[in-house]
Every structure is written in structure tokens, then in C-alpha cells.
């Protein structure tokens, strides 16, 4: 059985940083993209970042790129998205998603997703 287990989460100011992590189970990690998708109040679900475990490449958004960074530790079968210098526009319900060949973006692409991990910047 495929399992994505995401926490990390919270509340934080302005400014401030926190991890989330991703932890996989029930599939070959190596061959398979772990995205990071987001979604607000009364809005759609956002591609911020995603990473190709088997040759690390990785894509961020556009409101993301310089804040946030995401890796792999493939002994742990666990995706990291740190995330720094935060602003209340990042307030959200993460998720991570896996698939073999998404279109990094594209929730639409990704078969299999966690139960999601709340965000809260406050200003």
C-alpha cells in the first residue's frame, strides 16, 4: 500500500522557517517525483516544488524560488521542503504527492497524495 505521511507544520511569524517532511512507503522511492503542492482557503492546489529522487533535480514555483528548498534522504525515504524567510501568502495545507512522471506541476499528474500538514504565517 502507497503511503505519504507529511508533518512539519505549524504556526509561525513572518519571516520565519519551518521543515516539512515527507515520508514514503510502499513503493521503489528511487523511481518516482515527490512534489509539494499547496492550497489555501478558496483556492486551487499550487505545484511549489517538486524533486526527481533519482537524479535529484529539482523545480519550485515562481513565489517560492530563492525561500524554499527541497532534498531527499533516500535511506529514510523521506522528501524535505525547508522553508524559509515565510510570508502570510505562504498560509496553506501542504501535501506531497508522488508519481513516476508528472508534469511537475500538474496535481492532476500525481496518483498518489498525504492527508496534508497545515501551515499558518502570521503577519
Known amino acids: 500500500e502507497v503511503q505519504l505521511v507529511e508533518s512539519g507544520g505549524g504556526l509561525v511569524q513572518a519571516g520565519g522557517s519551518l521543515r516539512l517532511s515527507c515520508t514514503v512507503s510502499?513503493?521503489?522511492?528511487?523511481?518516482?517525483?515527490i512534489g509539494w503542492f499547496r492550497q489555501a482557503p478558496g483556492k486551487g492546489r499550487e505545484g511549489v516544488s517538486c524533486?526527481?529522487?533519482?537524479?535529484?533535480?529539482?523545480y519550485y514555483g515562481e513565489s517560492v524560488k530563492g525561500r524554499f528548498t527541497i532534498s531527499s534522504d533516500k535511506a529514510k525515504n523521506t522528501v524535505y521542503l525547508q522553508m524559509n524567510s515565510l510570508k502570510p501568502e505562504d498560509t496553506a495545507v501542504y501535501y506531497c504527492?508522488?508519481?513516476?512522471?508528472?508534469?511537475?506541476?500538474?496535481?492532476?499528474?500525481?496518483?498518489?497524495w498525504g492527508q496534508g500538514t497545515q501551515v499558518t504565517v502570521s503577519s
Open positions: 504527492a508522488a508519481d513516476r512522471y508528472p508534469a511537475w506541476s500538474d496535481p492532476a499528474d500525481f496518483g498518489s
Open positions: 524533486i526527481s529522487i533519482s537524479d535529484g533535480s529539482a
Open positions: 510502499g513503493f521503489n522511492f528511487d523511481d518516482y517525483s
